[in-house]
């Protein structure tokens, strides 16, 4: 029943909404209840008090003097009553013993007393010691509201005004007769209303839905349709196609980096196998042939080796199975051992390898990773120096930071190839030419892998300059 967003809404739309009326409506009928009750008991005050009023100037003599209480009370009580027409009232009037004296009970209109009744009534307003409102019912039928007031301005009599509750009770009941009727009526419109409007709400949710289903690997292009950025669903949206174009260039990206590493793994398995099929096409080859054979096998093999390594680093980083091992190191004697260790390279292409530290430079790194870092970029330098060129490393210290600055002497890196040096698998147009110099190259993945070793140290690393005099790579690292 609960499966559909839409109905669950509608549901508690519609409970809440439900509480909210039932809350109302029963307010709403004990004030109008309570309101009604107040005003028959001022309406039955006001009419006391101007019947004691009007007794007392039908008492005056025609001196304007008030005469004794007893002398012509009966007579003025009558005419008084004969006077006073209150549709639906009734007035009662006793003397100090509670001997009924007179009343308008006859009177057309409203309810009719029968004299056991009225006896009822003086009875137990004479029990009261001061003036009261009273409930008392008149048969199974009728109800009546009862205020009495006793020796009204120091006369000898007492007054009982008795109001039918018939009218009142109906206004009441109609009353909640319309609720009863209304509030179902207003949930059933209620519940229609919340759910078409539930339905229209989240049907940018169904297409979504419907998009999203028919979206697969071969088409991450595909985009959720956004009708309002600026709502929930339209940043929800959003937020999907963000995802989306993040896998999609992850998939791009995979699909370049299965197409590099079979175009970089192919060339040196076709270079070692046909050097094998030509070291087998005779049984008496010269040794010095063989060899030859054996050692451009094994040259590609160490190339296939790195290839391989740096596919395997890359793929451990990107699973986040890698992790660095931190311990305290002098990043100037790092520096020094990778110098000593491609020395033997650059003299081989008689290119000048130098190196400048002032200073101890001790920091927390991975040992091992930052020595790829910089033999990454050092072995760069000379690969695609110039012959006889220069290789100059620079470490220094400069606002509480370290930074190490790689220069070469060769031919530089175009403009529009410079911001792509650091991607997967690619290479300038120099290393692609692969010449007997650049023959044992890697594969691209040099300056990606010593980005992710910089990232790794929260250090930056970045082309600074590259022209025709040169290139210069800067590391910094924060301490």
Not at 168 to 188: K, R, S
Not at 191 to 206: C, I, N, Q, W
């Amino acid at each position: 029943m609960f499966d559909s967003i839409r109905t669950t809404l509608t549901f508690w739309f519609t409970g809440v909404l439900a509480v909210i009326l039932i809350v109302f409506a029963i307010a709403a009928l004990l004030f109008l209840k309570y309101t009604v009750r107040r005003q028959t008991d001022t309406t039955l005050q006001e009419i006391s008090r101007t019947f004691g009023e009007s007794i007392e100037r039908e008492q005056m003599d025609a001196d304007g003097e008030k005469t004794a209480p007893d002398v012509g009370r009966t007579e003025a009580i009558r005419e008084v009553l004969d006077d006073l027409r209150f549709r639906n009232y009734r007035i009662f009037v006793f003397d100090a013993q509670g001997k009924f004296l007179a009343s308008d009970n006859q009177k057309p209109g409203g309810t009719v007393l029968s004299d056991d009744q009225i006896a009822e009534l003086a009875d137990k307003f004479s029990r009261s010691e001061k003036d009261s409102a009273i409930f008392t019912t008149v048969n199974e039928d009728s109800e009546l509201r009862v205020f009495g007031k006793k020796h009204i301005d120091g006369q000898n009599f007492s007054v009982l005004v008795a109001h039918s509750l018939d009218d009142d009770d109906e206004l009441i009941d109609g009353f909640q007769t319309i609720l009863l009727i209304c509030v179902p009526l207003v949930l059933i419109l209620a519940s229609l209303g919340g759910y078409f409007l539930a339905r229209k709400t989240l049907s940018p949710v169904a297409q979504m839905s419907e998009t999203a289903s028919h979206i697969s690997a071969t088409n991450l292009h595909s985009r959720l349709p956004v009708k309002n950025e600026k709502d929930e669903l339209g940043g929800l949206a959003t937020v999907f196609n963000s995802l989306l174009e993040r896998l999609d260039n992850s998939f791009e990206q995979q699909k370049r980096f299965m197409a590099d590493a079979s175009h970089e793994l192919r060339t040196p398995l076709a270079i070692v196998r046909g050097e094998a099929e030509v070291a087998l096409s005779k049984e008496d080859r010269p040794n010095s042939e063989l060899r030859e054979s054996l050692g451009i096998v094994q040259d590609e093999g160490k190339r296939l080796t790195r290839i391989v390594e740096d596919l395997f680093t890359l793929a451990r980083v990107d699973a986040g199975q890698f992790r660095a091992n931190f311990s305290e190191i002098y990043l100037d004697e790092l520096l020094a051992d990778c110098v000593r260790k491609l020395r033997v390279l650059a003299e081989k292409r008689n290119i000048s390898l130098e190196m400048n530290a002032a200073e101890e430079m001790p920091m927390k790194g991975d040992e091992q990773l930052l020595q790829r870092l910089f033999v990454n970029l050092l072995d760069n330098a000379i690969k695609y120096n110039r012959e006889g060129g220069i290789v100059s490393v620079e470490a220094k210290k400069t606002a509480g930071k370290y930074q190490v600055t790689i220069t070469d002497s060769g031919a530089g890196i175009s403009e529009n190839e410079q911001t792509q040096i650091f991607e997967r698998f690619y290479r300038a147009d120099l290393a692609r030419s692969r010449t007997t110099e650049t023959a044992t190259s890697g594969a691209g993945l040099g300056l990606s892998i010593a980005q992710w070793i910089a990232k790794t140290h929260h250090a930056e690393l970045e082309l600074i300059r590259s022209d025709e005099t040169g290139s210069a790579f800067n590391v910094v690292f924060s301490v």
